[in-house]
Nanobody
């Protein structure tokens, strides 16, 4: 079972930046696509961004395209989400997960159980 630990969240002013990290404690996701999801209060969990197992392909939700960048460091078994130009609508708990295919993540399919997530709060 994939075990993922998210970190890097916090409180930031609108227009600011944060970088989230997702570490695979079980060191098992090297051949999986990885993705970030988020859930705002009172809303369904939604897809944010995904990256292929090689790092060569990425895919973003329209709401974050041009502002967020997903990347991965296979040597560190870690996936990152660089978030720039944050706004109040980005406030949510952010989660990561894995799937054999990038397309699977983009359609809200995932392989592992959800971690505790990391809270991102953007003040306006």
């Amino acid at each position: 079972q994939v075990q993922l630990v998210e970190s890097g969240g916090g409180l930031v002013q609108a227009g600011g930046s944060l970088r989230l990290s997702c570490a695979d404690s079980g060191r098992t996701f090297s051949s999986f696509a990885m993705g970030w999801f988020r859930q705002a209060p009172g809303k369904e969990r939604e897809f944010v961004a995904a990256i292929s197992w090689s790092g060569g392909s990425t895919y973003y939700a329209d709401s974050v395209k041009g502002r967020f960048t997903i990347s991965r460091d296979s040597a560190k078994n870690t996936v990152y989400l660089q978030m720039n130009k944050l706004n109040a609508e980005d406030t949510a708990v952010y989660y990561c997960n894995a799937h054999p295919r990038l397309s699977g993540l983009a359609t809200m399919n995932y392989f592992g159980s959800w971690g505790q997530g990391t809270q991102v709060t953007v003040s306006s």
